[in-house]
């Protein structure tokens, strides 16, 4: 796999351990999906 795909896999298990209001802080975002999304979309 590629370095790329594992940073996002990194950067998304980050975001799961995170409670839905940090993960909405962090990323700007309404919801912990929201999040989910925008990481995939900067990653790929």
Same mark, same amino acid.
């Given at each position: 796999m590629s370095n790329k795909i594992e940073l996002m896999k990194a950067e998304i298990e980050t975001l &799961?351990?995170?409670t839905e209001e940090e993960a909405c802080r962090e990323y700007n975002v309404d919801s912990k999906v929201e999040a &989910?999304?925008?990481i995939i979309d900067?990653? &790929?």
């Open positions: &799961v351990s995170m &989910v999304q925008y900067f990653w &790929v």
